[in-house]
Nanobody, 129 residues
Framework: QVQLVESGGGLVQAGGSLRLSCAAS????????MGWFRQAPGKEREFVAG????????YYADSVKGRFTISRDNAKNTLYLQMNSLKPEDTSVYYCAAFRADVAMASVNIHVRSVYGYWGQGTQVTVSS
């Protein structure tokens, strides 16, 4: 059974940094794409960043480009999201997610929420002004 467990959220002042982690277990993720999504109160869950587990192209939402960095540690089966220069509008619950995808599928669908079959429980990030 696939399990994704996020950690690392918290309260930070604007301009600060946080690193989120997502521990993945339950299967080999070599043929999976992994993504970070976020959802603010009253808003749709939106794509933040994505990467295939075996590497390759990395995808970011325009709103976080240049500030957030997605990475993974294959040995630890862990996905990360380094968030710098945080803004109050980054305040959300952040979710880790996974779906089975080859390179072509990942390039087309990695930002599409509905293709992800596995989700973590989320971790709250609050950025104060």
């Amino acid at each position: 059974q696939v399990q994704l467990v996020e950690s690392g959220g918290g309260l930070v002042q604007a301009g600060g940094s946080l690193r989120l982690s997502c521990a993945a277990s339950g299967r080999t993720f070599d043929n999976y794409a992994m993504g970070w999504f976020r959802q603010a109160p009253g808003k749709e869950r939106e794509f933040v960043a994505g990467i295939r587990w075996l590497g390759g192209k990395i995808y970011y939402a325009d709103s976080v480009k240049g500030r957030f960095t997605i990475s993974r540690d294959n040995a630890k089966n862990t996905l990360y999201l380094q968030m710098n220069s945080l803004k109050p509008e980054d305040t959300s619950v952040y979710y880790c997610a996974a779906f089975r995808a080859d390179v072509a599928m990942a390039s087309v669908n990695i930002h599409v929420r509905s293709v992800y079959g596995y989700w973590g429980q989320g971790t709250q990030v609050t950025v104060s002004s």
